[in-house]
């Protein structure tokens, strides 16, 4: 069974740091794109980072550029985002996927809380 686990969530003050972790089993890793979306409380689910498979490009929704930082370790399947200078809107679940062609799977969601 393919399995995304995502970690690292939790409750941080303003302008502090969380690094979450995806790692990924029941897949061919280097096959897939690997991206992060957030859902926070009465919102739709949307993208936050992606790292891509095929030529390690990785993008950032604007509202965390320069802020947060996607990266890959793909000995251990693992793709993490280092969020810095969190901020109260920044709350939300957090949810890593994966997608290669057709596929398209969802971890279990971490959930990080930004005090003000």
């Known amino acids: 069974d393919v399995q995304l686990q995502a970690s690292g969530g939790g409750l941080v003050q303003r302008g502090g740091s969380l690094r979450l972790s995806c790692a990924a089993s029941?897949?061919?890793?280097?096959?897939?794109?690997i991206g992060w979306f957030r859902q926070a409380p009465g919102k739709e689910r949307e993208g936050v980072s992606w790292i891509s498979s095929s030529n390690g490009r990785k993008d950032y929704a604007d509202s965390v550029k320069g802020r947060f930082t996607i990266s890959s370790d793909n000995a251990k399947k693992t793709v993490f985002l280092h969020m810095n200078s969190l901020k109260p809107e920044d709350t939300a679940v957090y949810y890593c996927?994966?997608?290669?062609?057709?596929?398209?799977?969802w971890g279990q969601g971490t959930l990080v809380t930004v005090s003000s």
């Open positions: 029941g897949l061919m890793f280097d096959d897939y794109d």
């Open positions: 996927n994966g997608r290669y062609g057709w596929a398209n799977y």
